[in-house]
């Protein structure tokens, strides 16, 4: 919680500091502040930059989030103490004319007062995103903006730093044709611009929403020149943004900061003060007037932007995250972390260190002092020819000077003195020549078995690449080099699947009503009633259980007397409608009132009903198909577990068939659930790797260039452009490539290296076609200066470079 301000300035008496502003960007869905100050020119100096989510949309909510915000501005600036801040308030909160609704007025006092901070202003944040491209590019911007918060996507359209479209849009599945619609519906401009730019504190719902963007077809649907480019704004955009058009401002006389000194301009897009409240006329940028910059989402301008003292990284997005700028000398480059706790410390300066070169100290580049070896090195422009020999001078690091001959020398004389000093005494003459064959069988020993070297021959290859048409035929068994033909095989796998639904179908169920009516005949004659025939009453239907026979009328002086009988009926639906009160009249639907009517004399009752679900077609349909999209994807991964060896599968060929379905529950039946199974079968074609690979063998190796063969395991084939036709057989593009390695014949290299010096040994693998660079590793310290006489001490390893 923010303390009160005289509490503060007690506790952390305030220092003669720069004066510190605060931006702060409300949202629907999160808040966001940065703390900076004005330097030279109006560029600011952002110091730290803070997120809050706002957990449900609602004021007090947010008021909390802020209060978040500026207590942990206030930590990392210690002993600073916030209160004028700008403003960045989102489309929802302006008016058509835009002023801020009063009702939203009255809480941003709220706000402000309850965090004793002073409202210097506020800025619309679309407004401040095009400030800051006009600022970065030095032309006013042309540009789509989405700016997403919560569920609701605000669609701008600017031209030339004008806005001259707007549409507050749904985030849902109907979002792209909304926003077709919406950029449909601008007239002011011929063409769109081609830069969308989508900006949103949810990471999820804009790269969603960017993917949807960038794969749907605008040039046929929208008046685009090209495919519009779409970027993601980073997070730490519009607290930048809204940053440096109240610096702008700020620096140009609009905002003026003191006690309670604050003169709008007639440019500014801030309302000051307590204007938020009282204002009537909310001030609109012209972004005209603004000049210089680079993209909008870049953390540096050259010397003019926020490199020199502070970059704000991308906020992260979670509900305790802060975002600190270190604090270096103006000299010194910066350096952004995210900081996941707020207590943990703020980034200290980097210490002074001196640079200085490896070189300047006593090391080589690319050579270790501890391994003595012989590059031999090509550069690229020699490399381009394959019969081009190896013309760079290479430098020789001395070597020791073989002591063999000087040795032996000295060993001779002192032999030579020893025997004629003993001369006369055989013993003696005997035991000096035996010494000196051990010290012969030493040295041959020394220099001749013990010395060994590994030559190691770094090799470029030659990448040959081919594109042809392969025809993949399920109809033949073998492969066709001349026609490029290779066998198919067709692959089967069946998989089967239960699922349950709830039932959606409605129906009611119940009995008719039944009972006991009287039948009058009106008529001088009998009327004989078949069972089943229909009466009428109060708009219900019902019908005669049994035939029934009705006798006449009779007639006598003055009156007549009808004819009557007893019968029973069942109404024809059911429920309590047709349980009819007594002395109901009914009709007969074959004769007129005149002829035959009927009353009950008792109450009809039985008439019962209710509703329950019973099963449809559409339940049949939907359980199909949600049992057929969990088993497709089964299906095909067992189908290509299926393929063995070197045989792949074709996924443009594969095939999905329902083969059977059956259902526990009948048509029309009561039920709440519906069960089923489902069995499909999945098909597909597959073609063997190596048959294909065959195909491009021979004329692979026939554009292989002089001196070099072709490395047949090495050859890789992609198919694309796959069209299966009626016939069964599949055509496509096959593109090939493989590496040709240079033609090198160990054993003449190591009969022509046996007994040369480094030197000469350079010289002859100079001549050999695609050697790049060759190191030179002995065995022995002492013998280094030549390459061993014995063939069998020389070791050769030839690397491929990749």
């Known amino acids: 919680m923010k303390l009160p301000t005289a509490i503060t300035k007690i506790i952390k008496p305030k220092s003669k500091q720069k004066n510190i502003y605060v931006s702060l960007i409300l949202e629907s869905d999160h808040v966001a502040g940065a703390c900076f100050y004005i330097s030279d020119g109006s560029v600011p100096k952002l110091l730290h930059a803070v997120l809050r989510k706002v957990a449900d949309n609602d004021w007090q909510d947010r008021i909390a989030a802020c209060d978040q915000v500026i207590s942990a501005l206030e930590a990392r600036l210690e002993s600073e103490t916030i209160s004028d801040v700008i403003l960045g308030l989102p489309q929802s909160y302006l008016g058509a004319d835009g002023n801020i609704k009063s009702d939203i007025k009255a809480n941003l006092k709220k706000l402000t007062e309850q965090l004793e901070l002073n409202p210097i202003g506020f800025v619309s944040l679309q407004d401040a995103i095009v400030y800051k491209l006009k600022y970065d590019d030095g032309v006013p911007a042309s540009v789509i903006l989405l700016l997403v918060a919560d569920a609701v996507v605000d669609l701008f359209v600017y031209r030339v730093g004008k806005m001259v479209g707007y549409a507050p849009l749904k985030l849902g599945a109907t979002v792209l044709s909304d926003i077709e619609t919406a950029l449909k519906s601008i007239t002011d401009i011929e063409v769109l611009p081609s830069k969308i730019f989508i900006y949103g504190a949810n990471k999820d719902q804009v790269q969603i929403l960017a993917n949807k963007l960038t794969t749907y077809s605008w040039p046929e649907k929208v008046n685009f020149l090209h495919i519009p480019k779409v970027e993601i704004l980073t997070s730490d955009i519009l607290v930048r943004s809204v940053s440096f058009a109240g610096a702008g401002e700020l620096k140009r006389g609009a905002i003026i900061t003191g006690q309670s000194e604050i003169t709008p301009s007639a440019q500014s897009q801030f309302i000051v003060g307590d204007e938020i409240d009282n204002s009537s006329k909310a001030y609109k940028p012209d972004i005209k007037s603004h000049t210089n910059v680079r993209d909008a989402g870049s953390d540096s301008v050259d010397n003019k932007t926020d490199a020199e003292d502070g970059q704000v990284d991308e906020l992260v997005h979670h509900d305790t995250v802060d975002v600190h700028i270190q604090k270096e000398s103006p000299d010194a480059a910066r350096t952004v972390t995210g900081i996941p706790d707020e207590n943990q410390d703020d980034i200290t300066e980097e210490s002074n260190v001196q640079v200085v070169n490896p070189e300047d100290i006593g090391f080589r580049p690319n050579e270790d002092v501890l391994d003595e070896s ?429």
């Open 374 to 802: 012989y590059n031999l090195k090509t550069s690229k422009k020699e490399s381009k020819r394959y019969d081009e020999p190896i013309d760079e001078e290479i430098k020789e690091t001395p070597q020791m000077e073989r002591p063999q001959a000087e040795v032996v020398t000295n060993i001779l004389s002192a032999f030579g003195k020893l025997l004629s000093s003993v001369k006369g005494h055989r013993l003696l003459a005997v035991l000096g020549f035996g010494a000196l064959a051990i010290v012969y069988g030493l040295f041959y020993v020394l220099f001749s078995i013990l010395p060994h070297v590994t030559v190691k021959i770094s090799v470029d290859p030659v990448k040959i690449n081919q594109q042809k048409v392969v025809t993949v035929d399920p109809n033949t068994t073998t492969i066709n080099p001349e026609k490029m033909i290779v066998p198919a095989k067709k692959l089967d796998h069946t998989v089967s699947g239960e699922e349950i639904i709830k039932v959606t179908g409605t129906k009611n169920i119940g009995d008719p009503a039944t009972g006991q009516i009287i039948i009058y005949n009106k008529s001088l004659s009998g009327k004989t009633l078949k069972k089943g025939s229909a009466l009428t009453s109060n708009g219900l239907s019902f019908t005669l259980n049994d035939e029934v026979k009705v006798a006449s009328a009779t007639e006598s002086i003055g009156s007549i007397t009808f004819g009557k009988t007893t019968a029973a009926i069942t109404a024809a639906q059911i429920g309590t409608k047709s349980n009819l009160a007594q002395n109901s009249e009914f009709e007969f639907a074959d004769y007129d009132t005149d002829i035959l009517i009927a009353r009950n004399e008792q109450p009809l009752f039985g008439g019962t009903s209710r509703e329950v679900t019973v099963v449809t077609r559409k339940d049949y349909d939907t359980l199909t198909k949600k049992a057929t999209d969990k088993l497709i994807s089964q299906a095909k991964g067992e189908l290509a577990q299926n393929v063995g060896g070197s045989q792949i599968l074709i996924d443009d060929t594969i095939a999905v068939n329902v083969t059977d379905k059956t259902f526990q529950e009948e048509l029309d039946q009561e039920a709440k659930e519906l069960h089923g199974k489902i069995t499909l079968t999945v098909s597909g074609y597959a073609y063997d790797q190596v048959q294909i690979q065959t195909l491009f063998t021979q004329s692979l190796s026939a554009s292989a260039p002089p001196g070099y063969s072709l490395n047949s395991d090495n050859i890789q084939v992609t198919l694309s452009d796959i069209q299966v036709k009626k016939t069964g057989i599949i055509q496509t593009e096959a593109d090939a490539s493989a590496l040709a390695i240079p033609q090198l014949k160990p054993d003449e290299i190591k009969a022509a290296l046996a007994g040369k010096s480094i030197s000469a040994a350079q010289e002859y693998l100079k001549t050999l076609s695609g050697i790049t660079e060759v190191n030179f590793l002995f065995s022995v310290p002492y013998a280094k200066s030549k390459i061993p006489k014995r063939i069998a001490n020389i070791q050769l390893e030839i690397e491929v470079k990749k």
